[in-house]
C-alpha cells in the first residue's frame, strides 16, 4: 500500500453573525471544537467505509476551522492529487426540540468533496504544496490612492 496523503485545509469559514444553516458553527462552537480521529468520508457516504481520519484541527487565525487529515484509501488520494476531491464538509449531527431549536451540534465526520456547502472550505495543502490559494486584486484600487484630498 502506498504511504498515506496528508492534507491541511478548511473545514468550516469564520462564524456569520446569523447561520445560514443550522449545523453552522457560532464563533464560540468553532473556538472549541475539536475534530481530532473523526473519520474521512467522501461526500458524506457513511454507508462506506472510512477513507482516512482527521489527525488534528484548530481555530485559524480569522476564526476558521482548520484541519490536519490523513488519506489512507489509494484511490481516494488520487483523486485529491488530481484535484477531483478537494472540497470539505463537516458531517454535523444537529438534535433539536419540537419547536426546532438546535439543542447540540456534534461533528460526526469530515468528508472530501468536490465542492463544500460553505464558502472557503477547501484542502489548501497536500503535504508541504500549496494547492489552494486565494489572491484578492483590484486593478482599480490599486491604481487609486488610499485617500482623495479635498
Known sequence: MDAPLTFRG????????????????????LAITNTNGLPLHV????????????????????????????VTDPIVAAQVKSGELRGLSLGTDCVADMSGTVLSR????????????????????????????????SAKGAHQPAHRPR
Not at 12 to 28: F, I, Q, W
Not at 107 to 126: A, F, M
Request: hydrophobic content about 30%; overall charge negative.
Open 10 to 29: 478548511i473545514a468550516h469559514p469564520p462564524a456569520k453573525g446569523v447561520r445560514d444553516h443550522p449545523s453552522d458553527l457560532s464563533a464560540g462552537e
Open 43 to 70: 461526500e458524506h457516504d457513511t454507508s462506506r467505509p472510512s477513507v482516512g481520519h482527521v489527525l488534528a484541527s484548530y481555530e485559524g487565525t480569522r476564526g476558521e476551522l482548520r484541519v490536519i487529515g490523513q
Open 106 to 137: 456534534h461533528q460526526k465526520e469530515l468528508s472530501l468533496c468536490e465542492e463544500g456547502r460553505r464558502s472557503g472550505t477547501w484542502v489548501t495543502h497536500i503535504g508541504d504544496r500549496i494547492v489552494h490559494s486565494v489572491a484578492a486584486f
